[in-house]
């Protein structure tokens, strides 16, 4: 079974990336499953209803998020009403939404996806080792054998470390967050598919998917700076997974790194 991770889609840019190639490369992998992280996606802060419109008419069959989903106030709502919308499960109860769900393929094979956040350098949530354990098990009593995890973190011992915990017990964890996309795609010896960060899809001429000029001037001032999406040298980032749905495990695992034009204009920023 072939999955598609698109890594944290930045503002108009990365979709406009999702909307040129994602078609073409679900096509040629062969894909049965189609996960993005959708937190970045609606000017590099949270997300809106016409956007996860716009990516559910492309494909998109499960979206994760992070820390930036809480930043637009209409984007609440939203967790509780669109089933295919994920949250960091490791939050406290009471906030909208949920981060653990078993979806289904077109051919009906049970996809968990668990959505957790880091500790490191990010907000004092609840445990991310000790939720994946809870949800893990949920998600396995759904019928499960095949069990995602974007695991939105800062710091690369803590998404490794979790990874070692993991290693067996679900089919691939894969960092988001930092919107580098590393080079460690590797299957850790019980069958777990890991990539540290899968990236960014989005303006890569900027600092992280921000108009670097205005990074820069937030480094030099320290003065409050309004953030804008960048606009050149679009590329779509993200992992391709072929896993055993018999078993669970992680059979093959690569990084996807996809350039469009880095000249082009993205009309109608937002």
């Given at each position: 079974m072939n999955v598609l991770f698109v890594a944290d889609?930045?503002?108009?840019?990365?979709?406009?990336?999702?909307?040129?190639?994602?078609?073409?490369?679900?096509?040629?992998?062969?894909?049965?499953?189609?996960?993005?992280?959708?937190?970045?996606?609606?000017?590099?802060?949270?997300?809106?209803?016409?956007?996860?419109?716009?990516?559910?008419?492309?494909?998109?069959?499960?979206?994760?998020?992070?820390?930036?989903?809480?930043?637009?106030?209409?984007?609440?709502?939203?967790?509780?009403?669109?089933?295919?919308?994920?949250?960091?499960?490791?939050?406290?109860?009471?906030?909208?939404?949920?981060?653990?769900?078993?979806?289904?393929?077109?051919?009906?094979?049970?996809?968990?996806?668990?959505?957790?956040?880091?500790?490191?350098?990010?907000?004092?949530?609840?445990?991310?080792?000790?939720?994946?354990?809870?949800?893990?098990?949920?998600?396995?009593?759904?019928?499960?054998?095949?069990?995602?995890?974007?695991?939105?973190?800062?710091?690369?011992?803590?998404?490794?470390?979790?990874?070692?915990?993991?290693?067996?017990?679900?089919?691939?964890?894969?960092?988001?967050?930092?919107?580098?996309?590393?080079?460690?795609?590797?299957?850790?010896?019980?069958?777990?598919?890991?990539?540290?960060?899968?990236?960014?899809?989005?303006?890569?001429?900027?600092?992280?998917?921000?108009?670097?000029?205005?990074?820069?001037?937030?480094?030099?001032?320290?003065?409050?700076?309004?953030?804008?999406?960048?606009?050149?040298?679009?590329?779509?980032?993200?992992?391709?997974l072929e896993l055993d749905p018999e078993t669970g495990?992680?059979?093959?695992?690569?990084?996807?790194?996809?350039?469009?034009?880095?000249?082009?204009?993205?009309?109608?920023?937002?």
């Amino acid at each position: 079974m072939n999955v598609l991770f698109v890594a944290d889609i930045f503002g108009a840019p990365g979709r406009r990336a999702v909307r040129d190639l994602v078609p073409e490369l679900v096509s040629s992998m062969g894909i049965d499953f189609l996960i993005a992280n959708v937190e970045n996606a609606a000017a590099g802060f949270g997300v809106t209803k016409d956007i996860l419109e716009e990516l559910k008419s492309l494909g998109v069959e499960c979206m994760t998020s992070g820390n930036h989903i809480w930043d637009r106030r209409e984007a609440l709502p939203l967790l509780d009403q669109e089933p295919l919308l994920l949250r960091p499960h490791n939050y406290p109860p009471g906030v909208p939404g949920t981060g653990s769900k078993v979806f289904r393929t077109r051919a009906g094979v049970p996809v968990g996806v668990l959505n957790l956040m880091g500790r490191v350098f990010l907000n004092d949530i609840e445990c991310p080792f000790r939720a994946a354990d809870r949800e893990i098990e949920a998600l396995r009593d759904q019928g499960a054998k095949i069990i995602f995890v974007d695991f939105h973190a800062e710091a690369t011992a803590e998404k490794m470390a979790l990874c070692w915990y993991l290693d067996g017990r679900v089919s691939a964890l894969i960092g988001t967050h930092t919107h580098v996309q590393t080079a460690d795609d590797q299957i850790f010896p019980k069958g777990t598919g890991y990539l540290t960060d899968a990236g960014m899809t989005g303006p890569h001429d900027s600092v992280i998917g921000v108009q670097k000029e205005l990074a820069i001037r937030k480094f030099l001032t320290q003065l409050p700076t309004r953030f804008e999406p960048a606009l050149g040298n679009v590329k779509l980032h993200g992992v391709h997974l072929e896993l055993d749905p018999e078993t669970g495990r992680c059979r093959h695992i690569e990084r996807v790194a996809v350039s469009l034009d880095a000249r082009a204009s993205v009309p109608g920023v937002s």
